[in-house]
Protein backbone atom coordinates (compact mmCIF):
# COMPACT_ATOMS: atom_id res chain seq x y z
CA UNK A 1 0.00 0.00 0.00
CA UNK A 2 2.56 2.49 -0.69
CA UNK A 3 0.46 4.89 -2.99
CA UNK A 4 3.39 7.31 -3.46
CA UNK A 5 5.73 4.78 -5.00
CA UNK A 6 6.58 5.24 -8.38
CA UNK A 7 9.40 2.90 -9.14
CA UNK A 8 10.44 -0.30 -7.16
CA UNK A 9 14.30 -1.04 -5.94
CA UNK A 10 15.97 -4.37 -7.68
CA UNK A 11 14.79 -7.68 -6.43
CA UNK A 12 17.55 -9.59 -4.99
CA UNK A 13 17.90 -12.62 -6.87
CA UNK A 14 17.57 -14.75 -3.65
CA UNK A 15 14.21 -14.21 -3.64
CA UNK A 16 11.78 -17.16 -4.15
CA UNK A 17 8.05 -15.09 -3.67
CA UNK A 18 7.02 -11.63 -4.13
CA UNK A 19 3.81 -12.37 -2.53
CA UNK A 20 1.43 -9.30 -2.22
CA UNK A 21 5.08 -7.23 -2.27
CA UNK A 22 3.74 -3.88 -4.14
CA UNK A 23 -0.67 -4.52 -3.61
CA UNK A 24 -2.10 -1.23 -3.63
CA UNK A 25 1.04 0.63 -4.80
CA UNK A 26 -1.22 2.82 -7.00
CA UNK A 27 1.20 5.22 -8.05
CA UNK A 28 3.75 2.52 -9.24
CA UNK A 29 4.48 3.04 -13.26
CA UNK A 30 7.05 0.35 -13.64
CA UNK A 31 7.38 -2.99 -12.31
CA UNK A 32 11.02 -4.41 -11.26
CA UNK A 33 12.79 -7.27 -13.09
CA UNK A 34 11.84 -10.21 -11.79
CA UNK A 35 14.54 -12.49 -10.87
CA UNK A 36 14.81 -16.44 -12.00
CA UNK A 37 15.18 -17.40 -8.27
CA UNK A 38 11.14 -16.31 -7.73
CA UNK A 39 8.01 -19.11 -8.14
CA UNK A 40 5.37 -17.44 -6.60
CA UNK A 41 3.93 -13.47 -7.89
CA UNK A 42 0.12 -14.09 -5.33
CA UNK A 43 -0.84 -10.71 -5.56
CA UNK A 44 2.45 -8.79 -5.97
CA UNK A 45 0.81 -6.05 -8.32
CA UNK A 46 -2.88 -6.19 -7.51
CA UNK A 47 -4.30 -2.46 -7.63
CA UNK A 48 -1.56 -1.13 -8.86
CA UNK A 49 -3.20 1.37 -10.81
CA UNK A 50 -1.16 3.09 -12.40
CA UNK A 51 0.82 0.31 -14.09
CA UNK A 52 1.48 0.45 -17.93
CA UNK A 53 3.74 -1.96 -18.27
CA UNK A 54 4.13 -5.95 -16.94
CA UNK A 55 7.55 -7.77 -16.27
CA UNK A 56 9.08 -10.37 -17.63
CA UNK A 57 7.68 -13.41 -16.05
CA UNK A 58 10.93 -15.83 -15.71
CA UNK A 59 10.33 -19.50 -16.51
CA UNK A 60 10.83 -20.59 -12.86
CA UNK A 61 7.03 -18.89 -11.84
CA UNK A 62 4.11 -21.58 -10.82
CA UNK A 63 1.37 -19.10 -9.26
CA UNK A 64 0.08 -15.90 -11.34
CA UNK A 65 -2.66 -15.83 -8.86
CA UNK A 66 -4.40 -12.40 -9.02
CA UNK A 67 -0.92 -10.78 -9.96
CA UNK A 68 -2.55 -8.19 -11.99
CA UNK A 69 -5.49 -7.70 -10.69
CA UNK A 70 -7.21 -4.31 -10.89
CA UNK A 71 -4.35 -2.91 -12.83
CA UNK A 72 -6.18 -0.75 -14.81
CA UNK A 73 -3.41 0.92 -16.57
CA UNK A 74 -1.75 -1.93 -17.77
CA UNK A 75 -2.54 -2.12 -21.66
CA UNK A 76 -0.08 -5.88 -22.71
CA UNK A 77 0.36 -8.31 -21.41
CA UNK A 78 3.26 -10.55 -20.42
CA UNK A 79 4.35 -13.72 -21.85
CA UNK A 80 2.95 -16.54 -19.65
CA UNK A 81 5.45 -19.92 -18.88
CA UNK A 82 4.65 -22.81 -19.53
CA UNK A 83 4.97 -23.50 -15.70
CA UNK A 84 2.17 -22.08 -15.33
CA UNK A 85 -0.96 -24.25 -14.45
CA UNK A 86 -3.86 -21.55 -13.71
CA UNK A 87 -4.58 -17.89 -14.58
CA UNK A 88 -7.14 -17.37 -11.79
CA UNK A 89 -7.72 -13.98 -11.81
CA UNK A 90 -4.74 -13.09 -12.84
CA UNK A 91 -5.78 -10.19 -15.58
CA UNK A 92 -9.07 -9.33 -13.39
CA UNK A 93 -10.38 -6.18 -14.01
CA UNK A 94 -7.51 -5.02 -16.32
CA UNK A 95 -9.92 -2.69 -18.06
CA UNK A 96 -7.17 -1.13 -20.21
CA UNK A 97 -5.69 -4.38 -21.66
CA UNK A 98 -6.54 -4.58 -25.07
CA UNK A 99 -4.42 -8.10 -26.11
CA UNK A 100 -4.56 -11.09 -24.14
CA UNK A 101 -1.73 -13.49 -23.57
CA UNK A 102 -1.59 -16.45 -25.25
CA UNK A 103 -1.96 -19.27 -22.97
CA UNK A 104 0.26 -22.05 -23.05
CA UNK A 105 -0.92 -25.83 -23.23
CA UNK A 106 0.25 -26.10 -19.11
CA UNK A 107 -3.04 -24.19 -18.26
CA UNK A 108 -6.27 -25.97 -16.61
CA UNK A 109 -7.74 -23.38 -14.72
CA UNK A 110 -9.13 -19.50 -16.48
CA UNK A 111 -11.40 -19.28 -14.06
CA UNK A 112 -11.67 -15.02 -13.98
CA UNK A 113 -9.01 -14.68 -15.91
CA UNK A 114 -10.09 -11.77 -18.00
CA UNK A 115 -13.00 -11.04 -15.97
CA UNK A 116 -14.12 -7.20 -16.50
CA UNK A 117 -11.40 -6.48 -19.55
CA UNK A 118 -13.75 -4.22 -21.07
CA UNK A 119 -10.68 -3.00 -23.64
CA UNK A 120 -10.24 -6.78 -24.32
CA UNK A 121 -10.33 -7.32 -28.67
CA UNK A 122 -7.45 -10.00 -29.47
CA UNK A 123 -8.49 -13.44 -27.56
CA UNK A 124 -6.14 -16.40 -27.25
CA UNK A 125 -6.21 -19.29 -28.76
CA UNK A 126 -7.49 -21.49 -25.91
CA UNK A 127 -5.76 -25.10 -25.59
CA UNK A 128 -7.37 -27.78 -24.99
CA UNK A 129 -5.85 -28.62 -22.07
CA UNK A 130 -7.76 -25.95 -19.93
CA UNK A 131 -11.16 -27.28 -18.69
CA UNK A 132 -11.95 -24.42 -16.21
CA UNK A 133 -13.26 -21.37 -17.20
CA UNK A 134 -15.59 -19.65 -15.10
CA UNK A 135 -16.27 -16.00 -15.38
CA UNK A 136 -13.53 -15.46 -17.80
CA UNK A 137 -15.05 -12.59 -19.85
CA UNK A 138 -17.35 -11.80 -18.19
CA UNK A 139 -17.65 -8.07 -19.15
CA UNK A 140 -15.57 -8.39 -22.23
CA UNK A 141 -18.05 -6.41 -24.37
CA UNK A 142 -15.59 -5.67 -27.34
CA UNK A 143 -15.12 -9.09 -27.51
CA UNK A 144 -15.48 -10.27 -31.34
CA UNK A 145 -14.25 -13.76 -31.82
CA UNK A 146 -12.33 -16.92 -29.95
CA UNK A 147 -11.06 -19.79 -31.11
CA UNK A 148 -11.35 -23.34 -28.84
CA UNK A 149 -9.77 -26.74 -29.67
CA UNK A 150 -11.77 -29.08 -27.52
CA UNK A 151 -13.01 -31.58 -29.49
CA UNK A 152 -15.57 -32.73 -26.61
CA UNK A 153 -17.06 -30.62 -24.04
CA UNK A 154 -17.73 -33.09 -21.43
CA UNK A 155 -15.35 -32.07 -19.05
CA UNK A 156 -15.28 -28.60 -19.51
CA UNK A 157 -16.57 -26.09 -16.95
CA UNK A 158 -18.16 -23.18 -18.03
CA UNK A 159 -21.51 -21.49 -17.17
CA UNK A 160 -23.64 -18.61 -18.05
CA UNK A 161 -21.29 -15.74 -16.61
CA UNK A 162 -18.46 -17.35 -18.76
CA UNK A 163 -19.56 -14.97 -21.47
CA UNK A 164 -21.63 -12.36 -19.50
CA UNK A 165 -21.91 -9.06 -21.05
CA UNK A 166 -20.16 -9.80 -24.32
CA UNK A 167 -22.43 -9.27 -27.63
CA UNK A 168 -22.15 -12.69 -28.63
CA UNK A 169 -25.03 -12.39 -31.27
CA UNK A 170 -22.19 -10.49 -32.93
CA UNK A 171 -19.05 -12.73 -32.21
CA UNK A 172 -17.55 -15.39 -33.71
CA UNK A 173 -16.74 -18.65 -32.64
CA UNK A 174 -13.58 -20.94 -34.13
CA UNK A 175 -14.20 -24.50 -33.63
CA UNK A 176 -11.95 -27.44 -34.86
CA UNK A 177 -13.05 -29.40 -37.38
CA UNK A 178 -16.19 -32.03 -37.26
CA UNK A 179 -17.26 -30.31 -33.98
CA UNK A 180 -19.74 -27.70 -34.94
CA UNK A 181 -22.73 -29.79 -33.66
CA UNK A 182 -20.94 -30.17 -30.09
CA UNK A 183 -20.52 -26.39 -29.34
CA UNK A 184 -24.09 -25.51 -31.38
CA UNK A 185 -26.17 -27.55 -28.78
CA UNK A 186 -24.44 -26.42 -25.84
CA UNK A 187 -23.99 -23.13 -23.72
CA UNK A 188 -22.65 -20.88 -23.49
CA UNK A 189 -21.14 -21.79 -27.09
CA UNK A 190 -24.11 -22.04 -28.67
CA UNK A 191 -25.07 -18.36 -27.98
CA UNK A 192 -22.27 -17.17 -30.63
CA UNK A 193 -24.05 -15.49 -33.54
CA UNK A 194 -21.48 -17.22 -35.62
CA UNK A 195 -19.88 -20.89 -35.32
CA UNK A 196 -17.15 -21.46 -37.76
CA UNK A 197 -15.98 -25.24 -38.03
CA UNK A 198 -11.90 -24.89 -39.45
CA UNK A 199 -11.45 -27.03 -42.01
CA UNK A 200 -7.17 -28.42 -42.62
CA UNK A 201 -7.20 -25.33 -45.22
CA UNK A 202 -8.40 -22.48 -43.08
CA UNK A 203 -6.54 -20.37 -40.42
CA UNK A 204 -6.73 -18.32 -37.54
CA UNK A 205 -4.76 -14.82 -37.51
CA UNK A 206 -5.33 -14.47 -33.70
CA UNK A 207 -3.94 -10.75 -34.54
CA UNK A 208 -6.08 -9.85 -37.59
CA UNK A 209 -8.85 -10.96 -39.35
CA UNK A 210 -9.88 -14.58 -39.81
CA UNK A 211 -9.08 -16.18 -43.16
CA UNK A 212 -11.69 -18.78 -44.50
CA UNK A 213 -11.58 -21.13 -47.51
CA UNK A 214 -14.86 -22.14 -49.50
CA UNK A 215 -15.30 -25.22 -47.47
CA UNK A 216 -15.40 -23.77 -44.33
CA UNK A 217 -18.49 -24.82 -42.40
CA UNK A 218 -20.40 -21.84 -40.63
CA UNK A 219 -23.37 -21.67 -38.90
CA UNK A 220 -25.33 -18.53 -37.88
CA UNK A 221 -27.35 -18.36 -35.09
CA UNK A 222 -30.60 -16.72 -35.32
CA UNK A 223 -32.17 -16.94 -32.13
CA UNK A 224 -31.93 -13.85 -30.11
CA UNK A 225 -30.78 -14.41 -26.51
CA UNK A 226 -31.14 -12.39 -23.45
Known amino acids: ?35 SSVTSLERTFQNCTSLIKAPDIPSSVTDLYMTFCNCT ?3 AAPAIPSSVTSLFDTFFGCTSLTKAPDIPSSV ?25 LGSTFYGCKNLSSITCNWLSLDKISANYDTFSNVPLLDAYLYVPKGTIDIYKSKYPWSGFGHIVEQTDDSRTDMNDAVLLTNDTTVYKNTKVRL
Open 1 to 35: GCTSLTAAPAIPSSVPSLNWTFEGCTSLIKAPDIP
Open 73 to 75: SLT
Open 108 to 132: TDLENTFYGCTSLTKVPNIPNSVTK
